[in-house]
């Protein structure tokens, strides 16, 4: 498709990497539980979110909000 050629990615791959990108923006902007911010990006099941998530940032949603509010608080 013309997204994979453009972007090299598919158009899945795109929706996804912005889902998870949100998904940061909301754990370090909101004190949201990290189960209800997976439900309102669409994921049923938060274990399957926890897993997509550390496997494309390294670190689980927990460890991430964490780190962020280590390293940004004055």
């Known amino acids: 498709g013309i997204i994979k050629k ?8 795109m929706v996804r990497d912005r ?3 949100e998904a940061k ?5 909101s004190y949201f539980p990290i189960g209800r911010i997976a439900d309102e990006l669409g994921f049923k099941d938060f274990s399957y979110f926890s897993r997509q998530f550390k496997k494309h940032n390294q670190l689980s949603p927990e460890q991430y909000r964490n780190a962020m509010l280590e390293k940004y608080q004055f």
Do not use: C, I
């Open 19 to 21: 889902v998870l990108l």
């Open 6 to 13: 453009v972007t090299g990615k598919t158009a899945s791959e």
């Open 25 to 29: 923006r909301m754990l370090v902007q």
